[in-house]
């Protein structure tokens, strides 16, 4: 079967965040002062990270037969079937497999991630995380009152890789308990390496520190790319809690189901002391389908993501020639460093929104250490993807004449 992900789908009317929720989660108490340079239908939307690809019609097919059977009472993952289906998926795509007993499943990763701060972290202990980041990391460690340690990537143009001598030193805190890892890497796209990862996991072993790997765009990766599990580089280590999800991958976020893989023995009794495992029955009958017969859709999937890519790179290059950008090894989210046309203080969010009418994230929204960045959401139809990127250069090449470029 062949899918046409050039359908443009009118989200308008559905609660969807990224039509219906933008002004307050961009803009705040200044969302009524900006005004846009089209209607809001107009607005091209590449802010949140969920695609505008319809959902894969296998998965549409499983929620329509488990309507039919009209009652939707309590549910649980009481059976193998769930469990099969994913461990087939992970061991046919990254060689890694782990028991039933270590699979619990998570209303998603970010919840998850709240809840297992609470479980691991006494009170005066410290989280690391590396920036830029995905903002709820850090969200999830100052809620419980903790310490959050940033640890900044190095960054080489638009390539980013682990500073290990910083990693070294901050664990050198008696009081860092847990680090949070993000792999493939969010907003950067990087796709950590065996070598990378097989450093970072040994110095947190050698220290006892506890790792959550949210892996959840571990899907998503450019043709000819590996994903390689965390937990798979350190089999007899229990401290590595794996996050992953078909949520990203089959564009199924809403229905809010995730996969935690925790191997220590007594965090799953907590896991399961304080969790409410009720199911909700769509979802799981959505991302059981969605692992046993959504391959073919997703491999078309990446192959269209790739060609995306490379449009915005060929764009970039030729509209905006001192913008830095790599394609990212894994995503769907572009990383765009914009700081030859504009200042760090510049909020590019606001910018492109009055200027472009094109919605995107700069880099406050991931914490520190990504000035003059943007991300954009690139999973969208290709004639979308070609216009958002003319409006946002033509509105770079039309501030310029305004005023220079920056010189850094």
Sequence with gaps: MTYNFDERIDRRGTNAESVDAFRHALFGKESETIIFPCPEEELIRMWVADMEFATPEVVVDAIRARLDRRIFGYTANLDSAYYDAFVRW????????????????????????YDLVSYLCAPDEKVLIFTPSYAPFRRAVTFHHLTCLCSPLKKDGAHYTIDFEDVSRK???????????????????????REELERF?????????????????????????QHIPLAKLFPDYDRIITCMS??????????????????????????????????????????????EKGGDWLAQLLAYLDGNMALTKEILKAELPEAKFCIPEATYLAWIDLGAYFPPEER???????????????????LQDGESCIRLNLASPRPVVREALGRICRAVKERGGREMPCSR
């Design 90 to 113: 992970t061991q046919d795509r990254y060689g890694w497999g782990f028991s039933r007993e270590e699979m619990m499943t998570s209303k998603g990763v970010v919840p998850a991630l």
């Design 246 to 291: 078909p949520s990203k991958t089959f564009n199924i976020a809403g229905l809010m189901i995730s996969n935690v893989i925790i191997p220590n023995a007594e965090l799953r009794k907590t896991w399961h002391t304080r969790q409410h495992h009720s199911e909700n029955p769509i979802s799981l009958v959505a991302a059981q389908a969605a692992y």
């Design 171 to 193: 664990l050198e805190d008696p009081k860092v308990r847990l680090c949070i890892f993000c792999n493939p890497h969010n907003p950067t796209g990087r796709l950590w390496s």
């Design 348 to 366: 590019l969010t606001r910018f492109f929104a009055a200027e472009a009418g094109v919605l995107l994230e700069d880099s406050s929204m991931f």
């Design 201 to 225: 996991g040994q110095l947190c072993r050698d220290k006892g520190i506890w790792i959550i790997s949210d892996e959840i765009h571990c899907d998503l990766l450019r043709t000819g790319k």
